[in-house]
């Protein structure tokens, strides 16, 4: 199995920055795309970003500039800097990743448990 934990969320003021870090472990061959998603008090998850194993990197158009993702191949970390934060950005940020299990060799998908982003106004 492969667990994903996630940190770095909490409470900053609207034009701040957070750091938010996943990673994985577990009985883990190989970790492949990474990213984060995340989802708001009554809307739908949604996609920040994401990032493969050779660094190429999508973001939502909406955190194009203010969200860099990035990661460290050889600790199966993924992080998310994100810079000029707003309110809207409030959300629970769950980290994502595709994994093959070490023991059954078995590609799955898998999520973090979220962190919590408050931007105040």
């Known amino acids: 199995q492969v667990q994903l934990v996630e940190s770095g969320g909490g409470l900053v003021q609207a034009g701040g920055s957070l750091r938010l870090s996943c990673a994985a472990s577990?009985?883990?061959?190989?970790?492949?795309?990474m990213g984060w998603y995340r989802q708001a008090p009554g809307k739908q998850r949604e996609l920040v970003a994401t990032?493969?194993?050779?660094?190429?990197?999508n973001y939502a158009d909406s955190m194009k500039g203010r969200f860099t993702i990035s990661r460290d191949n050889a600790k199966n970390t993924v992080y998310l800097q994100m810079n000029s934060l707003k309110p809207e950005d409030t959300a629970v940020y769950y980290c994502?990743?595709?994994?093959?299990?070490?023991?059954?060799?078995?590609?799955?998908?898998?999520w973090g448990q979220g962190t919590l982003v408050t931007v105040s106004s």
């Open positions: 990032i493969t194993r050779g660094v190429s990197t």
């Open positions: 994502n990743a595709y994994a093959v299990d070490g023991s059954s060799y078995t590609g799955m998908n898998y």
């Open positions: 577990g009985n883990i061959f190989s970790v492949y795309s």
